[in-house]
Protein backbone atom coordinates (compact mmCIF):
# COMPACT_ATOMS: atom_id res chain seq x y z
CA UNK A 1 0.00 0.00 0.00
CA UNK A 2 1.45 3.04 -1.05
CA UNK A 3 2.14 6.27 1.30
CA UNK A 4 -0.61 8.62 1.58
CA UNK A 5 0.28 12.35 1.57
CA UNK A 6 -3.06 14.26 0.85
CA UNK A 7 -5.32 15.91 3.09
CA UNK A 8 -8.83 15.05 1.92
CA UNK A 9 -11.98 16.90 4.11
CA UNK A 10 -13.63 20.13 3.75
CA UNK A 11 -15.27 20.31 7.21
CA UNK A 12 -13.97 23.39 9.08
CA UNK A 13 -12.82 20.88 12.33
CA UNK A 14 -10.51 19.31 9.85
CA UNK A 15 -9.09 22.51 7.60
CA UNK A 16 -9.01 24.04 10.58
CA UNK A 17 -6.37 21.87 12.04
CA UNK A 18 -4.59 21.80 8.29
CA UNK A 19 -4.43 25.74 8.50
CA UNK A 20 -3.06 25.54 11.94
CA UNK A 21 -0.21 23.35 11.20
CA UNK A 22 0.94 25.23 8.02
CA UNK A 23 1.04 28.42 10.09
CA UNK A 24 3.53 26.91 12.91
CA UNK A 25 5.62 25.31 10.66
CA UNK A 26 7.33 28.51 9.47
CA UNK A 27 8.19 28.72 13.12
CA UNK A 28 11.21 27.00 14.72
CA UNK A 29 9.40 25.59 17.75
CA UNK A 30 8.46 22.33 19.20
CA UNK A 31 5.07 21.30 18.51
CA UNK A 32 2.55 18.63 19.50
CA UNK A 33 0.47 16.61 17.35
CA UNK A 34 -2.66 15.22 19.41
CA UNK A 35 -5.77 12.68 18.12
CA UNK A 36 -6.83 9.56 17.86
CA UNK A 37 -5.36 6.71 16.11
CA UNK A 38 -5.90 7.09 12.47
CA UNK A 39 -6.77 10.49 12.34
CA UNK A 40 -3.36 11.20 10.22
CA UNK A 41 -0.96 12.59 13.07
CA UNK A 42 1.88 11.77 11.02
CA UNK A 43 0.73 13.62 8.04
CA UNK A 44 0.55 16.95 10.11
CA UNK A 45 3.82 16.18 11.39
CA UNK A 46 5.63 15.64 7.68
CA UNK A 47 3.39 18.86 6.94
CA UNK A 48 5.16 20.46 9.67
CA UNK A 49 8.51 19.77 8.30
CA UNK A 50 7.93 19.98 4.24
CA UNK A 51 6.59 23.65 4.83
CA UNK A 52 9.51 24.60 7.03
CA UNK A 53 12.72 26.08 6.46
CA UNK A 54 14.42 22.28 7.24
CA UNK A 55 12.07 21.50 4.46
CA UNK A 56 15.86 19.62 2.74
CA UNK A 57 17.55 18.14 5.40
CA UNK A 58 16.47 14.84 7.54
CA UNK A 59 13.64 13.77 8.50
CA UNK A 60 13.97 11.41 10.78
CA UNK A 61 11.00 9.32 12.55
CA UNK A 62 10.81 7.45 15.47
CA UNK A 63 7.96 5.18 16.76
CA UNK A 64 8.80 5.41 20.84
CA UNK A 65 5.97 2.53 21.51
CA UNK A 66 8.05 -0.04 18.99
CA UNK A 67 10.91 0.56 21.29
CA UNK A 68 11.55 -1.62 24.01
CA UNK A 69 12.24 0.84 27.04
CA UNK A 70 15.69 -0.55 27.40
CA UNK A 71 16.99 0.09 24.34
CA UNK A 72 15.37 3.27 23.51
CA UNK A 73 17.84 5.80 24.91
CA UNK A 74 20.48 4.34 22.52
CA UNK A 75 18.02 4.55 19.67
CA UNK A 76 17.28 8.49 20.78
CA UNK A 77 21.12 9.46 21.67
CA UNK A 78 23.32 6.83 20.12
CA UNK A 79 25.87 4.15 21.98
CA UNK A 80 29.27 3.99 22.66
CA UNK A 81 31.04 0.56 21.10
CA UNK A 82 31.00 -1.26 24.49
CA UNK A 83 28.16 0.72 26.68
CA UNK A 84 26.25 -2.69 26.64
CA UNK A 85 26.09 -6.52 25.74
CA UNK A 86 25.70 -6.27 22.37
CA UNK A 87 27.07 -3.02 21.67
CA UNK A 88 29.77 -3.96 19.25
CA UNK A 89 30.38 -0.76 17.53
CA UNK A 90 29.51 3.09 18.46
CA UNK A 91 26.31 4.19 16.70
CA UNK A 92 24.94 7.71 16.23
CA UNK A 93 21.27 7.91 17.63
CA UNK A 94 18.24 9.59 15.99
CA UNK A 95 18.96 13.10 17.23
CA UNK A 96 21.64 12.56 15.44
CA UNK A 97 20.80 11.62 12.40
CA UNK A 98 18.64 14.74 12.36
CA UNK A 99 20.69 17.32 12.75
CA UNK A 100 19.48 20.33 11.06
CA UNK A 101 16.13 18.74 10.21
CA UNK A 102 12.96 17.54 12.06
CA UNK A 103 12.88 14.66 14.73
CA UNK A 104 9.36 13.22 14.82
CA UNK A 105 8.62 11.29 17.68
CA UNK A 106 5.62 9.31 17.67
CA UNK A 107 3.58 7.66 20.69
CA UNK A 108 5.60 10.20 23.10
CA UNK A 109 3.28 9.06 26.14
CA UNK A 110 4.87 5.91 25.73
CA UNK A 111 8.55 6.49 26.73
CA UNK A 112 9.88 6.28 30.39
CA UNK A 113 10.66 8.41 32.63
CA UNK A 114 14.72 7.99 32.54
CA UNK A 115 14.26 8.47 28.64
CA UNK A 116 12.35 11.56 29.45
CA UNK A 117 14.79 13.33 31.52
CA UNK A 118 17.12 12.74 28.93
CA UNK A 119 15.39 14.01 26.13
CA UNK A 120 13.94 17.33 28.21
CA UNK A 121 18.15 18.41 28.62
CA UNK A 122 18.29 17.62 24.48
CA UNK A 123 15.81 19.58 23.90
CA UNK A 124 16.70 22.58 26.39
CA UNK A 125 19.97 22.59 25.75
CA UNK A 126 20.20 21.18 22.38
CA UNK A 127 22.92 18.42 23.37
CA UNK A 128 22.75 14.75 23.49
CA UNK A 129 25.50 12.13 25.20
CA UNK A 130 25.68 8.69 23.74
CA UNK A 131 25.03 6.20 26.36
CA UNK A 132 28.32 5.05 27.27
CA UNK A 133 30.03 8.70 26.99
CA UNK A 134 30.57 11.20 29.08
CA UNK A 135 30.93 14.31 26.44
CA UNK A 136 27.57 15.86 25.16
CA UNK A 137 27.10 16.39 20.95
CA UNK A 138 25.73 19.48 19.97
CA UNK A 139 22.67 18.99 17.46
CA UNK A 140 19.94 21.41 16.11
CA UNK A 141 16.86 19.33 15.62
CA UNK A 142 13.27 20.35 15.79
CA UNK A 143 10.55 18.21 17.23
CA UNK A 144 7.60 17.20 16.56
CA UNK A 145 5.91 14.49 18.75
CA UNK A 146 2.68 12.98 18.69
CA UNK A 147 0.19 11.12 20.75
CA UNK A 148 -2.94 10.03 21.51
CA UNK A 149 -3.39 10.86 25.38
CA UNK A 150 -3.87 13.43 27.18
CA UNK A 151 -0.59 14.27 28.21
CA UNK A 152 -1.76 17.07 30.95
CA UNK A 153 -3.59 14.39 33.18
CA UNK A 154 -0.74 12.40 32.85
CA UNK A 155 1.80 15.09 33.95
CA UNK A 156 -0.83 15.20 36.96
CA UNK A 157 -0.53 11.55 37.38
CA UNK A 158 3.10 11.82 38.03
CA UNK A 159 2.99 9.53 34.96
CA UNK A 160 4.54 12.32 32.22
CA UNK A 161 7.38 14.99 32.83
CA UNK A 162 5.64 18.65 33.39
CA UNK A 163 8.48 20.31 32.69
CA UNK A 164 8.91 18.10 29.39
CA UNK A 165 5.75 18.99 28.62
CA UNK A 166 6.23 23.05 28.90
CA UNK A 167 8.87 22.38 26.48
CA UNK A 168 7.35 20.90 24.20
CA UNK A 169 3.88 22.35 23.69
CA UNK A 170 5.08 25.65 21.71
CA UNK A 171 1.91 24.79 20.07
CA UNK A 172 -0.77 21.49 20.33
CA UNK A 173 -2.82 20.76 17.24
CA UNK A 174 -5.40 18.26 18.01
CA UNK A 175 -7.33 16.93 15.30
CA UNK A 176 -10.51 15.91 15.10
CA UNK A 177 -11.89 12.29 14.85
CA UNK A 178 -13.59 11.24 11.54
CA UNK A 179 -17.20 11.70 13.36
CA UNK A 180 -16.44 15.10 14.15
CA UNK A 181 -15.83 15.89 10.60
CA UNK A 182 -19.06 16.70 9.09
CA UNK A 183 -19.25 16.17 5.26
CA UNK A 184 -16.17 14.07 4.96
CA UNK A 185 -17.07 10.75 5.14
CA UNK A 186 -18.90 10.48 2.39
CA UNK A 187 -15.85 12.75 0.06
CA UNK A 188 -13.25 10.29 1.68
CA UNK A 189 -15.19 7.40 0.98
CA UNK A 190 -15.58 8.83 -2.60
CA UNK A 191 -11.95 9.25 -3.25
CA UNK A 192 -10.86 5.93 -1.32
CA UNK A 193 -13.66 4.26 -3.85
CA UNK A 194 -12.49 5.77 -6.90
CA UNK A 195 -8.73 4.58 -6.12
CA UNK A 196 -9.76 1.07 -5.79
CA UNK A 197 -11.86 0.76 -8.26
CA UNK A 198 -9.17 1.98 -10.77
CA UNK A 199 -6.38 -0.45 -8.81
CA UNK A 200 -9.32 -3.22 -9.82
CA UNK A 201 -9.48 -2.22 -13.21
CA UNK A 202 -13.01 -0.79 -13.34
CA UNK A 203 -14.27 1.17 -16.30
CA UNK A 204 -16.15 3.32 -14.21
CA UNK A 205 -16.66 4.36 -10.62
CA UNK A 206 -20.46 3.42 -9.55
CA UNK A 207 -20.43 4.94 -6.40
CA UNK A 208 -22.33 3.81 -3.56
CA UNK A 209 -25.86 2.41 -2.58
CA UNK A 210 -27.98 4.35 -0.09
CA UNK A 211 -27.64 1.56 2.21
CA UNK A 212 -23.70 1.97 2.53
CA UNK A 213 -23.89 5.62 2.28
CA UNK A 214 -26.45 5.25 5.69
CA UNK A 215 -24.32 2.99 7.26
CA UNK A 216 -21.46 4.94 7.17
CA UNK A 217 -23.03 7.86 8.19
CA UNK A 218 -24.40 5.97 11.36
CA UNK A 219 -20.64 4.17 12.16
CA UNK A 220 -19.17 6.12 15.06
CA UNK A 221 -15.62 5.28 13.25
CA UNK A 222 -13.22 4.66 16.47
CA UNK A 223 -10.35 3.61 13.75
CA UNK A 224 -10.75 7.18 11.56
CA UNK A 225 -9.45 7.44 8.55
CA UNK A 226 -7.36 4.73 8.46
CA UNK A 227 -10.20 2.19 9.70
CA UNK A 228 -12.83 4.09 6.68
CA UNK A 229 -10.35 3.41 4.11
CA UNK A 230 -10.25 -1.01 4.94
CA UNK A 231 -13.71 -0.70 5.43
CA UNK A 232 -14.11 1.21 1.43
CA UNK A 233 -11.22 -0.70 0.24
CA UNK A 234 -12.87 -4.17 1.32
CA UNK A 235 -16.46 -3.17 0.27
CA UNK A 236 -15.09 -3.05 -3.33
CA UNK A 237 -12.83 -5.89 -3.57
CA UNK A 238 -15.69 -8.23 -2.14
CA UNK A 239 -18.39 -6.25 -4.58
CA UNK A 240 -19.71 -8.53 -7.51
CA UNK A 241 -20.94 -5.85 -10.13
CA UNK A 242 -18.90 -3.36 -10.88
CA UNK A 243 -21.72 -1.78 -12.70
CA UNK A 244 -24.11 -1.25 -9.78
CA UNK A 245 -23.38 1.26 -6.79
CA UNK A 246 -21.54 -0.42 -4.32
CA UNK A 247 -24.52 -1.04 -1.33
CA UNK A 248 -23.20 -3.49 0.88
CA UNK A 249 -20.19 -2.83 3.75
CA UNK A 250 -18.40 -4.91 6.43
CA UNK A 251 -16.94 -2.94 9.42
CA UNK A 252 -16.00 -5.75 10.99
CA UNK A 253 -13.62 -7.78 9.15
CA UNK A 254 -13.23 -10.54 11.77
CA UNK A 255 -17.44 -11.16 11.84
CA UNK A 256 -17.98 -14.99 11.15
CA UNK A 257 -20.47 -17.94 12.77
CA UNK A 258 -17.18 -19.61 12.88
CA UNK A 259 -14.88 -17.27 14.72
CA UNK A 260 -12.65 -18.29 17.99
CA UNK A 261 -14.43 -18.02 21.26
CA UNK A 262 -12.38 -16.46 23.63
CA UNK A 263 -13.23 -18.74 27.20
CA UNK A 264 -13.58 -16.37 30.05
CA UNK A 265 -12.99 -17.97 33.48
CA UNK A 266 -16.35 -16.60 35.32
CA UNK A 267 -15.67 -15.02 38.31
CA UNK A 268 -16.67 -16.17 41.73
CA UNK A 269 -20.30 -14.76 43.04
CA UNK A 270 -20.53 -12.64 46.22
CA UNK A 271 -22.80 -13.58 48.40
CA UNK A 272 -23.61 -10.30 50.32
CA UNK A 273 -21.74 -8.02 47.52
CA UNK A 274 -24.13 -5.57 46.10
CA UNK A 275 -24.76 -5.44 42.47
CA UNK A 276 -22.58 -2.82 40.16
CA UNK A 277 -23.76 0.23 39.83
CA UNK A 278 -22.49 0.30 36.06
CA UNK A 279 -24.17 -3.12 35.07
CA UNK A 280 -26.40 -2.33 32.23
CA UNK A 281 -28.58 -5.12 33.42
CA UNK A 282 -29.06 -3.97 36.94
CA UNK A 283 -28.62 -0.10 36.11
CA UNK A 284 -31.81 -0.49 33.43
CA UNK A 285 -35.38 0.57 34.99
CA UNK A 286 -37.02 -2.12 36.89
CA UNK A 287 -39.53 -3.73 35.01
CA UNK A 288 -42.87 -2.94 35.69
CA UNK A 289 -44.89 -4.19 38.51
CA UNK A 290 -48.61 -5.16 39.28
CA UNK A 291 -50.93 -6.46 36.40
CA UNK A 292 -49.45 -5.84 32.63
CA UNK A 293 -52.77 -5.93 30.19
CA UNK A 294 -50.62 -6.34 27.22
CA UNK A 295 -47.17 -8.42 27.48
CA UNK A 296 -45.79 -7.23 24.52
CA UNK A 297 -46.06 -3.71 24.84
CA UNK A 298 -44.32 -3.69 28.37
CA UNK A 299 -41.36 -5.76 26.88
CA UNK A 300 -41.21 -3.29 24.28
CA UNK A 301 -41.41 -0.88 26.87
CA UNK A 302 -38.84 -2.15 29.07
CA UNK A 303 -36.41 -2.62 26.37
CA UNK A 304 -36.67 0.74 25.06
CA UNK A 305 -35.74 1.35 28.81
CA UNK A 306 -32.61 -0.64 29.03
CA UNK A 307 -31.31 0.50 25.44
CA UNK A 308 -32.30 4.66 26.43
CA UNK A 309 -30.01 4.15 29.74
CA UNK A 310 -27.16 2.02 28.72
CA UNK A 311 -26.63 4.73 25.76
CA UNK A 312 -26.93 7.78 28.32
CA UNK A 313 -24.35 5.81 30.16
CA UNK A 314 -22.21 4.99 27.38
CA UNK A 315 -22.32 8.60 26.22
CA UNK A 316 -24.05 7.63 23.16
CA UNK A 317 -21.26 5.72 22.00
CA UNK A 318 -23.04 2.74 19.59
CA UNK A 319 -20.24 0.01 20.28
CA UNK A 320 -19.65 0.07 23.71
CA UNK A 321 -23.39 0.17 24.37
CA UNK A 322 -23.54 -3.33 22.37
CA UNK A 323 -20.40 -4.32 24.42
CA UNK A 324 -22.38 -3.55 27.72
CA UNK A 325 -25.78 -5.29 26.05
CA UNK A 326 -23.70 -8.44 24.71
CA UNK A 327 -25.12 -7.59 21.24
CA UNK A 328 -23.42 -6.98 17.80
CA UNK A 329 -23.36 -3.83 16.16
CA UNK A 330 -26.05 -4.54 14.05
CA UNK A 331 -28.24 -6.26 16.51
CA UNK A 332 -28.24 -2.92 18.72
CA UNK A 333 -28.77 -0.76 15.65
CA UNK A 334 -31.90 -2.58 14.76
CA UNK A 335 -32.66 -2.65 18.12
CA UNK A 336 -32.32 1.33 18.53
CA UNK A 337 -33.99 2.02 14.98
CA UNK A 338 -37.07 -0.24 16.05
CA UNK A 339 -37.70 2.22 19.38
CA UNK A 340 -36.98 5.48 17.34
CA UNK A 341 -33.86 6.25 19.31
CA UNK A 342 -31.15 6.53 16.85
CA UNK A 343 -31.16 10.13 16.18
Same mark, same amino acid.
Given at each position: ????T????????????????S?????????????????????????????????DR????????????T??????F????????????????? %??????G??F???????S???????L??????????????????????????????????????? %?????? !?????????????R???????????? %?G??????L?? !?EW?????????????H??????????? /????????????E??????????????????????????????????? !??A????????G???????????????????T????? %???? /??????????????????????N?
Amino acid at each position: MERETQFIGQSAAFQDAVERASLAASLDRPVLVIGERGTGKELIAERLHRLSTRWDRPYVIMNCAAMPETLIESELFGHEAGAFTGATRTRAGR %FEEADGGTLFLDELATMSMGAQERLLRAVEYGEVTRVGSSRPIRVDVRIVAATNEHLPALADDNR %FRADLL !DRLSFEVITLPPLRAREGDIEVLAEY %FGQRMAAVLGW !DEWPGFGPRALAAMEGHDWPGNVRELRN /VIERAIYRWADAEKPVDALSFDPFASPWQPVSRKVPARPEASAPAPAN !DAAHAATAPPSGPVSDLRAAVDAYEKQILSDTMARCR %FNQK /VAAEALGLSYDQIRHALKKHGLNQ
